[in-house]
T-cell receptor, first 112, second 112 residues
Framework: GQQLNQSPQSMFIQEGEDVSMNCTSSSIFNTWLWYKQDPGEGPVLLIALYKAGELTSNGRLTAQFGITRKDSFLNISASIPSDVGIYFCAGSPGKAGNMLTFGGGTRLMVKP | NAGVTQTPKFQVLKTGQSMTLQCAQDMNHNSMYWYRQDPGMGLRLIYYSASEGTTDKGEVPNGYNVSRLNKREFSLRLESAAPSQTSVYFC???????????FGNGTRLTVT
């Protein structure tokens, strides 16, 4: 089946630093989504991307839909302690359709 | 407005025992999903129900059955639990052709 490679698997950064993570796919996706999961909770959608090349921001978060449609990037600027959690990318051949494929997650730890 | 509610939150089973994980949503969503989450593997789709009265297999359906009891409720049954089914199970829902998936807070299942 489809695979999403998400990197890095974990990051331990200082508060205030910027963060970058990415996902690459073995096949083309038409939708890319980025989720955040806090401990003991389900994932919550951060950003949805629907067009190749699209760049979308949500506060300090910015995500890009790669022009090849096989990758996506998430950046967090000026990290704060509440950014701690696991970030997942997810892709779909359709419009956020039934067959979402999730990446393995990036665990972010922020040192105050 | 509770969103997606999963019960129980935690469960320990012995190999061979059966149990049903319950999920209910109060957002009038048509589509409902069951995922499992294992370390480093993201979320993998077990079964989904695109609308009331229909169910379809996802990526990892073996060992599971589902029932879409009504528009609100979608249950996941393990007939004969195995240690490989130790995981965190998430239920999610969404409207058709709409993003995002709304996740419950998960059921942590251990099979010994």
């Amino acid at each position: 089946g489809q695979q999403l490679n998400q990197s890095p698997q974990s990051m331990f950064i200082q508060e205030g630093e910027d963060v970058s993570m990415n996902c690459t796919s073995s096949s083309i996706f038409n939708t890319w989504l980025w989720y955040k999961q806090d401990p003991g909770e389900g994932p919550v959608l951060l950003i949805a991307l629907y067009k190749a090349g699209e760049l979308t921001s949500n506060g300090r978060l910015t995500a890009q839909f790669g022009i090849t449609r096989k990758d996506s990037f998430l950046n967090i600027s000026a990290s704060i302690p509440s950014d701690v959690g696991i970030y997942f990318c997810a892709g779909s051949p359709g419009k956020a359709g039934n067959m979402l494929t999730f990446g393995g997650g990036t665990r972010l730890m922020v040192k105050p | 407005n509770a969103g997606v509610t999963q019960t129980p939150k935690f469960q320990v089973l012995k190999t061979g025992q059966s149990m049903t994980l319950q999920c209910a949503q109060d957002m009038n969503h048509n589509s409902m999903y069951w995922y499992r989450q294992d370390p480093g593997m993201g979320l993998r789709l077990i079964y989904y129900s695109a609308s009331e009265g229909t169910t379809d297999k996802g990526e990892v359906p073996n060992g599971y059955n589902v029932s879409r009891l009504n528009k609100r409720e979608f249950s996941l049954r393990l007939e004969s639990a195995a240690p490989s089914q130790t995981s965190v199970y998430f239920c999610a829902s969404r409207r058709p052709m709409d993003s995002p998936l709304h996740f419950g807070n998960g059921t942590r299942l251990t099979v010994t």
